[in-house]
């Protein structure tokens, strides 16, 4: 079983991330951040180098490296992440476009951030995440994928 902690919108603001990877009860195997701030990524990377990183860039995110969408596989979840704006999140009531979209990518889970709005669902066998806004909300998600099944919880800093 895999610990995965995803956060997104910290908007440079890690101070409840470091704090919670560095407190977890659990030995934490990756980290998604889902845009918006990607630096914030860059220094989770280098403060927790036996951690791996996933991250995409949001709409604030100008001139870095980062791709716009990402498919990864953990313990045999796989996970469709993207920051959300190029998929109307803020405008759409059922994140319509955005499940298409990380169902034709495969997907068992899709994570993704831009609304500032945790949450925590579950739509025909796809799990879709969002953290809500790490940095201003104090908000995160927590999800273990085992051998091809995922369960998530939303969680607030303490």
Known sequence: MKHILIFSDT???????EKVIRESKEKVDAIIHAGDCTRDADRLRAEFPSI??????????????????M???????????????L?????????????????????????FGHTHKPCCDWDRELTVINPGSSGY?????????????????MRRFD
Do not use: Q
């Open 11 to 17: 908007h440079g603001y890690l101070t409840g991330c």
């Open 52 to 69: 791996d990183v996933y991250s995409v860039k949001g709409n604030c995110d100008m001139f870095v490296r980062e791709p716009e969408e």
């Open 71 to 85: 498919t990864v596989i953990i313990d045999g979840v796989k996970i469709f992440i993207t920051h959300g704006h």
């Open 87 to 111: 998929y109307n999140v803020k405008l759409e009531y059922d994140y319509g476009t955005l499940k298409d979209r990380a169902r034709r990518a495969g997907a068992d889970m899709v994570v």
């Open 137 to 153: 909300c104090g908000t995160y998600a927590e999800a273990w994928a085992d051998n091809g099944k995922v369960r998530a919880d």
